[in-house]
């Protein structure tokens, strides 16, 4: 996808020698709560961001956010057949299990043409 290409090509990690995707951080000496606080303020804009896109642009009853984005598309992904540990490492992961706890489980259909 182009657009996700040319974001990681703007804001990608190793830019000016740090490890973050975007530069929230960068620039703040901040003690560590300081630095949690200014994530979860970051999150919330974004959660914002999507329930207002979902009401106003979308029209929906509901709305999504990075969370349900993230695991659906987690899901969608295993169900296409991607290796549950591959999936599981990017979505930062420390134990490989967890996935099994909301990905939801394959797509039947998928799972008897296997067989």
């Known amino acids: 996808m182009k657009e996700a ?9 190793g830019r ?11 620039g703040h000496d901040e003690s560590e709560k300081e630095i949690a606080a200014r994530v979860l303020r970051y999150a919330k804009y ?8 979902s009401k106003n642009k979308l029209k929906w009853a509901g709305y999504f956010t990075f969370y349900s984005a ?23 992961h420390e ?11 394959p797509d039947d259909e998928k799972v008897m043409k296997v067989k």
């Open 5 to 13: 290409r040319d974001i990681i090509e703007k804001y990608g990690t």
């Open 16 to 26: 000016a020698g740090n490890d973050y995707f975007f530069d929230i951080l960068i």
């Open 46 to 53: 974004i959660r914002d961001a999507g329930c207002w896109v």
């Open 70 to 92: 993230r695991y659906s598309c987690a899901t969608l992904t295993l169900n296409e057949g991607a290796d549950r540990n591959a999936v599981s490492h990017l979505l930062d």
């Open 95 to 105: 134990n490989f299990s967890t996935i099994d706890n909301y990905a939801g489980r």
